[in-house]
């Protein structure tokens, strides 16, 4: 190709008045092929750099994340949450509480405000099931629920022999309020579903705020107040036949009563003290009933649900009254010691606790300010707080429970709509965070060799294409 001669002063060209290959190039292309080598080169030494400082950066970061006993010791985790309307024939759901037995399957209580009866609903068969247990009078307030083992164990007296018997289903309990004469009434399936009722304690206005709880040989516990007196009482048939006790009749107390029984089947009840608007506590785990302030922060104690770990600890969610939020007491450590967990709105109200085999706890509760189902948990080493259901106003009633898999489960009252329901909560296979020293190298090291591989990648395009250009010459 040829070049007419510029006219122009300084003009590089040859004695025929051509111009040279290379200057022609740089008229062309801007730039010589050679120079295009450097300026690739120098990319190319930029692109390393940057490579190494991410590198860096990468290693303060995940060195940061990945140190923390919170990052080691948490599980990656995603919820998957359904929701199943269990009965919506009138107004029912109201005082829900919720139970589920060694084969996994669900059990619920609650009221037909409509009909004004305790109901029962479960998912046993396989699909939900509702039953109309008690319909004499004005019934089902303050229900709670416990489903004994379907195995337990005899004696034998003429044999001197304990034997093991394994039953056709696990008994269902339900302790709940008869409002028309203010007793307190258990209902009992034993191992069929006849279900028998019966008042457990006929004096004076007893059985509001009432608990059920069952030990592993299918006695019966309940917690409740004896509002004639204004004192905690506690019910039960572990010697064989019912006997009914006052635990604390100092000053009003026995209000939003809970109870639980530990792996040795003693009792331990959380209730608000009205006298002195406190959180308190109680327990026979000692021999003897003993009673405890948990929280005298104010007015504070009110909604309280507790639950025993697998190390016999108690674990308390309640109501902060005065500031209305969500609060949680333990004493793993020894003492008792409280944090408020949701301080978002008004919060905290119709709270439940359950513990999962890990030891992690999770409670359900209500927020009064949206009309929403809320849901707290520290599965993952530290507490976080969710909105569950927020259509309509939902999540009146709450109570929790938690299966085999620790999979959680939740009844509550859809108060729009007068029903109750049912959410089940679920994880994936549970990933693991690895420890620090076996995620950091890989990672660090994927990431620069990918940005290496994929800078060497666009040096060695660049360069082809150059050369292409000065070779259509």
């Known amino acids: 190709m040829r070049f007419q001669a510029s006219s122009q002063k300084g003009s590089p060209h040859h004695g025929d008045g051509r111009l040279t290959r290379a200057t022609a190039k740089d008229k062309i292309f801007g730039a010589s092929f050679a120079e295009r080598e450097r300026r690739a080169k120098r990319s190319h030494d930029r692109t390393i750099k940057i490579a190494i400082s991410i590198a860096i950066v990468a290693f303060l970061v995940l060195s940061a994340a990945l140190s923390s006993p919170q990052a080691r010791d948490s599980t ?55 039953y109309t247990i ?13 489903v004994g083992n379907d195995t337990t164990s005899y004696y034998d007296a003429g044999n001197s022999t304990w034997y093991n018997a394994t039953w056709p289903r696990a008994p269902v309990f339900i302790s709940y309020y008869d409002i028309s004469n203010s007793n307190l009434k258990v209902a009992d399936n ?35 107040c004896d509002q004639t007196h204004q004192s905690l009482k506690y019910a039960t048939n572990a010697s064989g036949s019912w006997q009914n006790r006052t635990v604390d009749n ?7 009563t809970s109870i639980a029984v530990d792996s040795n089947g003693k009792a331990h009840i959380s209730y608000y003290d009205n006298s002195n608007s406190h959180l308190k506590y109680a327990t026979n785990a000692g021999g003897s009933w ?19 770990d697998q190390n016999n600890r108690a674990h308390i969610s309640y109501y902060d009254i005065a500031n209305g939020n969500l609060k949680y007491a333990n ?26 085999s890990n030891g992690r706890s999770h409670i359900s509760y209500f927020d009064d300010t949206n009309g929403n189902l809320k849901y707290a948990t520290d599965a993952n080493g530290t507490w976080q707080t969710f909105t569950l259901d927020s259509t309509g106003v939902v999540g009146e009633y709450t109570s929790i429970a938690i299966d085999s898999g620790n999979n959680r489960y939740i009844s509550y009252y859809d108060s729009t709509n007068g029903n109750l329901k049912c959410m089940g909560i679920s994880d994936p296979a549970s990933v693991p965070i690895p420890e620090f020293s076996a995620v950091l190298v890989p990672v660090v090291g994927v990431m ?7 800078t060497g990648r666009r040096k060695v395009a660049g360069s082809e294409s150059v050369k292409k250009e000065g070779d259509a010459e």
């Open 250 to 256: 100092a000053g009003s107390v026995g209000l939003w």
């Open 331 to 356: 004493n793993t450590a020894g003492t008792w010691a409280n944090t408020t967990l949701d301080s978002t709105g008004d919060v905290g109200q119709y709270s439940s606790i359950a513990v999962d």
């Open 134 to 146: 008690d319909h004499v009078g004005n019934l089902g307030g303050y229900t709670s629920i416990a």
């Open 190 to 224: 034993g191992t069929t579903m006849r279900w028998i009722n019966d008042t457990k304690d006929a004096v004076g206005m007893v059985g509001l705020y009432t608990s059920m709880a069952a030990d592993s040989l299918n006695k019966m516990h309940v917690s409740y």
């Open 448 to 454: 620069a060799i990918a940005l290496v591989i994929r």
């Open 76 to 130: 990656a985790r995603a919820m998957f949450v359904t929701t199943v309307v269990v009965d919506s024939v009138g107004d029912v759901g109201q005082y829900s509480s919720i139970d589920i037995d060694l084969h996994d399957s669900i059990h619920i209580s609650y009221r037909d405000t409509t009909n004004s009866n305790l109901k029962y609903a479960t998912n046993e068969s396989g699909a939900w099931l509702t």
């Open 290 to 308: 003993q009673n405890y302030t948990v929280d005298a922060s104010g007015t504070t104690g009110t909604y309280t649900s507790i639950a025993i």
